[in-house]
């Protein structure tokens, strides 16, 4: 699922942003620039160079021939995120590679993962020969996967910024819509609008106010 859509972008701008000024086929390729940028910001990623214990429920047992799910040890109170920038998290985003005691690498397909958990299901357990297990993977502290209000506000915001932005290159001194009419400097402070909207909004993102410590929060909206 994408952190917004065309829809919450124009809504977010009261429908001043209509299908004539900017197609949604233009909002979509805006949305995913909008989704890159937000990762950069909410996203840590990790090579983690060797999956070991954790606890008693997450034992990573990597070599005994029948395990298949595995825990990444930032996914305890982190979820896992969307490495690949496609707007949601999926087994694309989880890279695992298998190192067995010949110190041959091979890659393995991962046929599930459990964003809250922070697990990864392989299609078949590594095997007894298996000297190490390494996963690549982001965390965050969102679930954009629902996606979680705060970062789909944050998107929207964003996109109708870079919307407006893209706008303003192509719409002459002042457009006439109904009885409304834009100017280059209205659009323009449109702009800025959003943009300042988002950049508010991104200090309580990157760093939350009411913090839990089991993934739960109270959204300050």
């Known amino acids: 699922m994408v952190y917004t859509t065309p829809t919450l972008v124009r809504q977010a ?10 197609s949604n086929d233009d909002l979509i390729q805006i949305i995913k620039q909008a989704t890159a940028e937000i990762n950069s910001k909410i996203n840590v990623k990790v090579r983690e160079e060797s999956v ?14 029948t395990t298949t799910t595995f825990y990444v040890k930032n996914g305890i109170l982190n979820y896992l995120a969307d490495m690949d920038n496609d707007g949601s998290v999926t087994t694309s985003d989880v890279k695992v590679f298998k190192v067995d005691n010949n110190d041959i690498r091979t ?3 991962v046929s599930a993962i459990d964003i809250e958990d922070g697990s ?4 078949e357990a590594p095997g007894t ?61 449109a702009q800025s609008r959003y943009f300042t909207r988002y950049k508010e909004l991104l200090k309580q993102v990157i760093v939350p106010p009411n913090k839990p410590i ?4 109270k959204n300050l909206i």
């Open 52 to 65: 070991k214990y954790i606890d008693s429920t997450r034992k990573n047992r990597i070599s005994d021939g």
């Open 129 to 189: 020969d298996t000297k190490y297990l390494y996963v690549w993977y982001a965390y965050s502290f969102y679930d954009v996967n629902t996606p979680d209000k705060l970062i789909q506000l944050l998107a929207t915001y964003l996109s109708a910024s870079y919307a407006y932005l893209q706008k303003n290159h192509s719409l002459p001194s002042s457009t006439k819509f109904g009885n409304i009419t834009i100017s280059h400097s209205q659009v323009g402070s």
């Open 107 to 109: 890659e393995l397909t």
């Open 13 to 22: 701008t009261n429908n001043k942003l209509t299908i004539t000024q900017i």
């Open 214 to 217: 089991f993934k739960q929060y």
């Open 120 to 123: 990864f299901t392989l299609s």
